[in-house]
């Protein structure tokens, strides 16, 4: 082993930490390729751009050298217009204690670059760093206080399952006139509209957990009657016209349709092609003229069987995986339709805040971070016709495309990310130290995930740790808050308490850059209480218990070590 030297991902590749190997902290993931250096000392930049105007075919897999996530040959949709005109490169340097702020934050205001905020703060500023609530249990009595008393701004209701993107409810996740109730009170079920009106009055917004661009089954662009404005992955003609009920389907050209759909797993349920407005299953094609689909089954996810005439055109189809994330691809076009509908439904119902599960299908029709960059600007463009609010969103994945807009990234939890208890980054895989290294090589937030739930074993203690770690490494995290285990809790108040001091001082600038390195440091013990004024703090490293060194924090100021 050499310094510099590049390894594969270990693992299998088919679940989210599967990938997450090696402990060691000596291997490092570096996301992104942007610059490389080789053997000889030469640099390479790789400038991100290129001329999507013209039609071309990959062979890609999203996670490669992995015998779970083999290649496929993908025909890319030209884009007019969409090449390197306008497009331009910033080359900077500076210390990391001054990056962000003084030197990328100046870059992007002086190109124009995307700048959404978040209380009128850069979604970059770590001041503006804060985590969420995260429902569970689906009793939602005192979920808006509890939210309130820690200091978050967001109930991320995820224990309302995925939202499934479908234009044919325009963006009325309820019904036209609300009469859904999905969100359970004691005193009466809620729609999402009437509930995030009720968490505005304490300047808290809610949220949903979408599978970004999955059009899953039933959804008014898959199924019953599928979208003409899908993403495939070969197109080929019928070369013998079928009938409603005929299974033997000959195809002109076999090339690459014996490929498993998707990038990820393969999932074989998910592998079929388009013919007008039907879709059939699919697995395999002969190897010998004449050439022929086999495993085929007719009326796909609901759609109609019908007759089809030679020369049809069959489109085999890009989609996405299994696990409650089936759908299939938008083209980009379409892809720009969606982006815009979870706009329309943040305006009608309520809504500040995404979290995007399934955020790597943005990759899936081939343009890579240009597609990603494209449906945020898509959304974000459409919000501010509307006159809301920049959305607030996190997701599972970063990248060049997503970073000028996304202000978490929020990737799986537990123990994966962040134990509490043995105080390591991921004590069940590497996951939670790769995430935090490569969040932090890139400026960016990592999340130490979906954690710590309040419940009767809950103490102080631990959430004093977890906030010194938060603001020391500059994280935010999703906190599990189901009413009634937090109700079981016999220090719920003594946390929230804990918890509010800490993220109003991280809000007011309280820690400078040497006390974040402190605070970093998981052997180190921490208590923070209200200063004498509105805009101090008293930060305590304890040792057996006891105060061993203190700090006064003011807000925007630098402490004083006593």
């Not at 693992?11 to 390729?33: C, L, Q, T, W």
């Not at 009106?197 to 979408?210: D, L, V, W």
């Not at 592998?271 to 395999?284: A, Q």
Request: hydrophobic share 35%.
């Amino acid at each position: 082993m050499h310094e510099g030297q590049i390894f594969t991902l270990g693992g299998n590749g088919i679940s989210d930490v599967a990938f997450y190997a090696h402990k060691e902290p000596y291997y490092r993931i570096m996301y992104g390729n942007s610059a490389l250096v080789d053997e000889n000392g030469r640099i390479s930049i790789n400038y991100h751009s290129r001329d999507r105007t013209f039609e071309r075919e990959v062979y890609y897999s999203l996670i490669p050298n992995m015998a779970a996530n083999t290649p496929n040959h993908l025909e890319v949709q030209p884009l007019p217009g969409v090449d390197y005109i306008g497009s331009s490169i910033a080359l900077w340097g500076s210390p990391d204690s001054t990056a962000l702020m003084d030197v990328i934050q100046d870059i992007v205001l002086q190109e124009g670059l995307p700048f959404p905020t978040i209380n009128g703060k850069w979604v970059k500023d770590p001041t503006a760093f804060v985590p969420d609530a995260f429902t569970s249990g689906n009793l939602n009595d005192s979920i808006i206080s509890y939210t309130s008393r820690l200091g978050f701004t967001t109930i991320s209701l995820y224990d309302q399952g995925f939202l499934k993107p479908d234009r044919g409810d325009e963006g009325y996740l309820d019904g036209k006139n609300f009469e859904h109730k999905p969100i359970k009170l004691t005193s009466g079920n809620k729609s999402h509209k009437e509930f995030s009106e009720m968490a505005a009055k304490y300047g808290i917004s809610i949220g949903r957990t979408p599978i970004t661009n999955s059009l899953a089954p039933g959804t008014k662009d898959a199924s019953p009657l599928p979208s003409d404005s899908l993403c495939y992955q070969q197109k080929r003609l019928l070369s013998k016209s079928i009938s409603p009920t005929d299974t033997v389907i000959i195809v002109d050209n076999p090339a690459h349709l014996e490929e498993i759909a998707s990038w990820e797993g393969h999932a074989k349920n998910l592998n079929m092609i388009k013919i007008g407005k039907e879709l059939i299953y699919y697995l395999g094609v002969s190897e010998e003229e004449p050439y022929r689909l086999l495993n085929v089954k007719r009326e796909y996810w609901e759609t109609t069987a019908t007759s089809h005439p030679s020369n049809d055109t069959i489109y085999k189809l890009q989609v996405t995986l299994n696990y409650g994330y089936d759908g299939l691809i938008p083209n980009m076009q379409l892809q720009d339709k969606i982006a815009e509908y979870y706009a329309d439904v943040c305006l009608i119902n309520g809504l500040g805040y995404y979290d995007f599960d399934g955020q790597e299908f943005l990759f899936n029709n081939g343009h890579g971070y240009y597609s990603a960059k494209r449906f945020f600007r898509k959304m974000f463009e459409r919000a501010a016709t509307l006159g809301i609010p920049p959305i607030r969103f996190t997701g599972a994945t970063l990248s060049e495309g997503s970073w000028h807009y996304q202000s978490i990234w929020n990737v799986g939890g537990g123990k994966n990310l962040y134990d509490v208890d043995t105080r390591e980054w991921g004590s069940t895989t590497s996951q939670g130290k790769d995430l935090r290294d490569v969040t932090y090589a890139n400026f960016f937030p990592v999340g130490m995930g979906v954690n710590f739930p309040i419940n009767a074993q809950s103490t102080v203690e631990h959430y004093e740790h977890i906030q010194a770690i938060s603001v020391g490494v500059g994280t935010t995290y999703s906190l599990v808050l189901n009413q009634k285990d937090v109700e079981s809790c016999p220090q719920k108040e003594a946390i929230f308490k804990a918890v509010r001091t800490w993220e109003d001082a991280r809000a007011s600038n309280a820690f400078p850059r040497s006390v974040k390195k402190l605070l970093a440091d998981p052997e180190r013990n921490w208590t923070l209480q209200e200063g004498e004024n509105e805009d101090s703090w008293v930060l305590h490293e304890l040792k057996d218990g006891k105060t061993y060194k203190a700090f006064v924090l003011h807000s925007g100021e630098s402490p004083q070590a006593h």
